[in-house]
């Protein structure tokens, strides 16, 4: 399905709801449509002479941020490698990247427009969040790194204390995987790096159980299915398996995540056949990748690709139904609708 029939089909979406949703003259509506966006990836090159031990790519990060908090979003979702962390260094003369406290609050002022704009910015740490000796593992394996939770652990919980920000995860990720209900919908974020490429299953379903809204929003560093790097939650499959199928039967449609570098877009049916987008929106500003092979796995159908354009997603929630956009950077500096999809949830 090309991209203009996407475009349509979700506009029709998004006015069949409206009218569902308008109550009768004189009456008053129940529900407003609002926004949420998700961008990730926005670490800078270490070889990059600019900047590049900065730790953000803040030319890109900067355009990105602009655009955001033209959107008027309430909820920003940030899923890891906002920084370059203290791994990845170049050789001499090339010196070493800026101290991570450094790092993370140059992170916020490229971010300040968002802020500024009343956003809700919801991070998670990636794989360049942890220390240098963690970080420094064969993406194309899944050879795990125990994080060295030091300096970098103590510097992101320090810049990122925003008390909109749960404390409310499982008792080792308490406030770096966290649950946030928002109007008629769940925000989940998964810390994957303390116990690398899985999820606290026993707390997600926990918190499942308790808070049924009529959306489920799921969001981690790492792709639940393999795309480029194979360090993800698939090293893991069964427990995947479960996390896959605890989504799709709390009724979520989506997951986003980051890692690669790059815009990917997939459907892929838990074990009752239901389908789930997963969202890979790593194109925040970090050195493009490129994937030539697709996904290992049989059973994903990838929906759309697109490479070397950075960019961010925004959903709108307007009752049942959700509607969302790739904005992407054309070369010219102008932001387009790159990809678009969309669904209704089922009323619960």
């Given amino acids: 399905m090309n991209r203009i029939v996407r475009l349509t089909l979700c506009a029709f979406c998004v006015l069949l709801a409206v009218q ?27 070889c990059d002479a ?21 959107e008027k979003a309430e909820i920003v979702l940030v899923p890891g490698d906002m920084i370059l962390g203290n791994g990845y260094a170049c050789k001499s003369p090339q010196p070493p990247p800026d101290p991570p406290e450094s790092q993370f609050r140059l992170w916020r002022l490229a971010m300040k427009p968002v802020y500024d704009a009343g956003a809700k910015v919801l991070p998670l740490r990636g794989n360049h969040e942890m220390d240098r000796d963690a970080i420094m593992s064969d993406w194309s394996s899944c050879r795990k790194r ?15 204390n925003d008390p909109y920000i749960p404390a409310n995860g499982p008792r080792k990720q308490n406030g770096l995987t966290y649950s946030l209900p928002h109007k008629n919908a769940l925000f989940v974020g998964f810390d994957q ?14 918190v499942l159980a308790r808070d049924k809204r009529r ?18 939650l698939a ?20 997951y986003f995540c980051g890692h690669d570098h790059f815009y990917d877009r997939a459907s892929i049916p838990d074990g009752k056949g239901r389908l789930i987008q997963q969202v890979l929106v790593g194109n925040g500003g970090a050195p493009f990748s490129s994937d030539k092979d697709g ?13 070397n354009a950075y960019g961010y997603v925004v959903v709108t929630v307007n009752g049942d139904a959700v509607s969302a956009k790739l904005k992407a950077l054309d070369p010219t500096g102008a932001w387009r609708n ?8 089922a009323r619960r």
């Fill in 20 to 46: 569902i949703a308008t109550p009768p003259a004189g009456g008053v509506a129940q529900e407003q449509p609002w926004k949420f966006v998700v961008l990730c990836d926005t670490r800078s090159n270490p």
């Fill in 50 to 70: 600019d900047g590049g031990v900065k730790g953000i790519n803040a030319d890109a990060l900067g355009k990105v941020a602009a655009a955001v908090a033209a």
């Fill in 146 to 160: 125990v994080p060295i939770e030091s300096k970098i652990m103590d510097a992101y919980r320090t810049v990122f």
């Fill in 193 to 206: 790096i303390v116990d690398q490429f899985q999820v606290e299953q026993k707390w997600f379903d926990q």
């Fill in 215 to 232: 959306h489920l929003f799921v969001f981690g560093h790492y792709p639940a299915f393999a795309v480029k790097h194979k360090d993800c």
């Fill in 235 to 254: 090293c893991y499959g069964e427990a995947r398996n479960r996390f896959w199928n605890a989504i799709g039967k709390a009724g979520g449609r989506l």
């Fill in 295 to 307: 996904y290992p796995d049989p059973k994903v159908k990838r929906e759309e690709h697109i490479e």
């Fill in 338 to 345: 790159a990809d678009a999809f969309c669904y209704r949830a």
